[in-house]
């Protein structure tokens, strides 16, 4: 079955369109449908049609996502199994059918990621440091605890050889730029930001109560995500450079939104899943490092249907 997705013919991208469908157009039915508390929605909007526009913005997520992967040459074959993985995921939690802050915060994320994935050569240009700074203010001002993995971008620019100084004092600019416009924003409108009282109140550790179903559901998902940790570990033994700092990139991202996650105190759970954006790529490759084939098979069709099983869990739940 894994070999149905390990190529980028036309009939994959249908397969693709099929199970977004599947996975989405079920919920258009449910009329007291539960989307959780999505900070900011956009409330003006039917909430079919913002249901039918988050299914066309996942799916353009889902084909940059596989975009990034093919291009940075992780493995020999063309393959889907990324988009479809994001498909699947983002499909876990009601918070992410429809338009609001998830949909919105996990853009952000694949933007740093698009932004980081495809600097050419070995040093990061002063520009992608001042798109990066944009993209981190961004998402602090909506979400401000996301403000402390400045450190983890430090470290990042570091990592691409930067000499100067120039490209870290870009990087803090661009934050502050974001910081401004909000402010402004919010003081010619007679408006507040609240952000300061928004850092304090949902910054701590989270309690969910989520279900037994919901619980094994991610600890499976965890489980493909440590070993695709375990694969880019692997990957990166016999990698060129370029290659190199790809999955280094992949892995901080990951690391500095999942302290995030679990930093953000009283936040719906879709809210606070930014990493699954990385996660995406890191289970990819736990999917896609197995050479022998039925071990691969087995742990991909595990993966579908789980997820799959996870959705319809979901869906019976709401109705």
């Keep these: 079955m894994l070999s149905l997705f390990n190529n980028q013919r036309p009939y994959t991208i249908l397969i693709l369109i099929v199970v977004m469908l599947a996975t989405r157009i079920p919920f258009l039915f449910l009329e007291n449908i539960h989307l959780g508390s999505t900070y900011w929605s956009l409330n003006f909007l039917n909430i079919k049609i913002s249901m039918f526009l988050t299914m066309l913005i996942v799916f353009g997520q889902a084909l940059w996502i596989n975009y990034l992967f093919t291009d940075a040459n992780f493995f020999e074959d063309r393959t889907v199994v990324p988009a479809l993985v994001w498909i699947l995921l983002s499909a876990f939690d009601e918070g992410f059918l429809v338009l609001g802050f998830p949909v919105m915060s996990s853009t952000l994320l694949l933007v740093m990621m698009h932004i980081l994935m495809k600097i050419k050569g070995s040093m990061i240009s ?6 990066l700074g944009l993209m981190v203010g961004a998402l602090s001002v909506f979400h401000p605890i996301s403000i402390i993995v400045m450190p983890f971008f430090v470290v990042i620019i570091y990592t691409f050889n930067t000499k100067g100084i120039r490209e870290y004092l870009l990087f803090f600019m661009a934050m502050s730029m974001t910081f401004f ?16 009282n928004r850092l304090i109140n949902n910054s701590g550790l989270p309690l969910y109560s989520i279900s037994i179903e919901e619980i094994i559901a991610w600890s499976v998902v965890s489980l493909f995500i440590i070993g695709g940790m375990v694969g880019m570990f692997l990957l ?9 700092k790809n999955i280094k990139s992949i892995l901080m991202l990951f690391f500095s939104f999942s302290l995030v996650c679990l930093l953000s105190k009283d936040w719906d759970l879709s809210n606070i899943m930014m990493c699954l954006i990385p996660a ?15 071990i691969a098979n087995f742990l991909f069709i595990t993966f579908v249907l789980g997820s799959f099983a996870t959705i319809v869990t979901k869906w019976i739940v709401s109705f």
């Design 181 to 196: 416009w909000a402010w402004s924003y919010v003081f010619l409108n007679d408006l507040s930001l609240k952000w300061i």
């Design 126 to 131: 002063p520009q992608s440091c001042f798109q």
């Design 236 to 244: 990166m033994r016999s990698a060129f450079t370029k290659k190199k």
């Design 280 to 294: 995406s790529m890191m289970i990819s490759v736990a999917l896609l490092i197995i050479h022998k084939r039925k």
